[in-house]
């Protein structure tokens, strides 16, 4: 393809190609013969046995037998989207990289999210780091930046990673827990490895819970370069930042959506491409020049250590949009193949040890996962750029190569295909001065371990640091082994003496004999996600509460200023079907008390009514209110629907009279307005509760039973 006629639609018109009609109108063998009958296989007689000349029914069972293939070994459970992406302004100055250059390009992407440690399986709500993974389908070739959601990473040498899944995955002689780092071998891993402490921080808060793919960051992780036309070079880092703000679940909601919905954030993707919520995402990079190399207190190629923005400031260049769902699974999302080492003529990489490991273990790891060395060639992996070699044969292999030759220098065919010359576009890797002998060690400041976990500790609000000690106290809970639940908390004595203490109560060892330092008081302010966006309510799931008798207007005023505003109410009722209000119009329920539950939502609303009184008895109704007051959400309430919140079980609130007029009352997230009151006020102050996801100032809500 010429790769100026490259857009956001170039990859869709590339995988139409190989898309199949799903009417035709006969059932065929994969030779192309029709099939008279597929309900039974040829017998010697009716009840006689199957003959093995029935060539359509073994192919159709031997096909079935093969149909999986192996799972990856991480990142295993994902979900994906196409979409494209755009530079904000030319970045000629620091890298060579076409995409990156013309901010009127729409360079198609695919992106995989994913979370890391279950298998394809296990729910998507589980504590665990999530894969973000961008396939880039450039001029140039592709390009593959693969990350996760989390800025750092568990180990400085990826000679360690194969030891760290090994500890995470399920213990060996039962194969538990799925999906969970709430084990033994894992934490006993933890604390015999002091380097990774600050990824543990992040693990263990709010990051680890994302309350959809949306509204979650991406991280390169790794140090990699950018090489501008004149071959000068400079260190970067790669950050995707979404425009819905950062956003997260609370643990006890996490553990119920797995079990309501295990695939809460597959679905909440699939879903918001559909209704034209199209999830975007800033993309940044942080750079270093290399004469600055070595003026921080830390490595910058230390893949546990962040960048801090204070020191190191994120530049915003441009921006992705994820616009349409794959149209088959496991062609796209599960065939995908990723890779560090896919990169273009502009990005190259450091000597950062983890990521040199990643540049063999991605392509390595695809060899055996999809069949052989022409991966490339399945649709979804294929390039819009040409693509030409002298590489043959191999399982699957699609090409068809035409010629005599298939070497170089070769005579016979004059030469082609040929290297490129830089000015043609031809990849020229950086040209580094390396010096230094053969030895298995690493740089000094590498073994700094604590420095940055203490940056994180301090860097988190009130409540996020509450939510990481209560993590602490249900993974080392389920640890057997009193002298790994010791050493981990005398580990983390070194991040902060009172951390290690709180951490202490909870899981039955003493605290640390001599208590640890204060970690003092150097903050990242943008490490919290206190700091994120919480202006908008966007895509938010709203549920309204209502029976036969609700009030009609009340609920269509306040519907219609919530879809305006981009959210999505659903109304929630007993049965499925219609319900009649008090003036006999009738309105369509979206889902049942059998169908849904608090946890999939991201507010609740009350409209007021007649039916308020036969909501008092609902046990689903009041379980509703207080569970969405337990997990901080925003909830409302007009007129006679007030009288549900007070007779729920919700801790310290003030609330309006249900018949009173005048201006709503807001109170930690709880909005409620009288019968005769401005609901239009009452509109304005419940978006502005809900466009603050949670509401972590209620003190009481441990006493709501829920």
Known sequence: MDKRKID????????????????????????????????DALKAGERGPTLLEDFHFREKLTHFDHERIPERVVHARGSGAHGYFQVYEPMTEYTRAAFLQDPGKKTPVFVRFSTVVGFRGSADTVRDVRGFATKFYTEEGNYDLVGNNMPVFFIVDAIKFPDLVHSIKPEQHHQMPQASAAHDTFWDFVGNLPEITHMIMWVLSDRALPRSYRMMEGFGVNTFR?????????????HWRPLLGVHSLVWDETQKIAGKDPDFNRRDLWEAIEMGDYP??????????????????????????????????????????????????????EQVAFCPANVVPGIDFSNDPLLQGRLFSYLDTQLIRLGGPNFQEIPINRTLAPAANNQREGYNRMTINMGESSYFPNA??????????????????????????????????????????????NSMSDAEKEHIVKAFHFELGKVSDFGVRKRVVDLMNNVDGDLAIRIAEGIGVP???????????????????????????????????????????????????????????????????????????????????VTTTSVVYDAVYVPGGMHAERLKNQGFAIHFINEAFKHCKPIGATGEGVELLKASDIKGVTFADAGSGGEAVSEMGVVTCGSQGDVNSFVEQFKTAIARHRHWDREKKEQVPA
């Open 8 to 39: 956001e639609k170039s990859k869709q018109e590339q995988l139409d190609e190989f898309h199949q009609d799903p009417e035709q109108e006969f059932l065929t063998t994969n030779q192309g013969v029709r099939v008279s009958h597929t309900d």
């Open 226 to 238: 950018f090489i501008n036309a004149e071959g000068k070079a400079r260190f970067v880092k790669f």
């Open 280 to 333: 975007e995402f800033e993309f940044g990079v942080q750079m270093i020049e290399e004469a600055d190399e070595h003026n921080f207190d830390f490595d910058i190629l230390d893949a546990t250590k962040i960048w801090p923005e204070e020191e190191v400031p994120i530049r915003w260049i441009g921006k992705m949009t994820l616009n349409r769902n794959p149209d088959n699974f496991f062609a796209e999302t």
């Open 412 to 457: 016979l065919g004059g030469n082609k295909p040929r290297p490129a010359r830089v000015e043609e576009g031809g990849f020229v890797h950086y040209q580094e001065k390396i010096e230094g002998k053969k030895i298995r060690a690493r740089s000094e400041k590498f073994n700094d371990h604590f420095s940055q976990a203490k940056l994180f500790w």
């Open 511 to 593: 605290p640390p004999a001599e208590k640890g330092a204060s970690s003092g008081t150097k903050k990242s302010p943008n490490l919290s996600q206190e700091r994120t966006v919480m202006d908008t309510i966007k895509s938010r799931k709203v549920a309204i509460l209502a029976m036969e008798g609700y009030n009609h207007d009340e609920v269509i005023q306040v519907k219609k200023a919530l879809k305006d505003a981009g959210a999505h109410p659903q109304i929630v009722s007993q049965f499925l079907g219609t319900i009649k209000s008090a003036d006999g119009k009738e309105m369509e329920v979206d889902k049942s008390y």
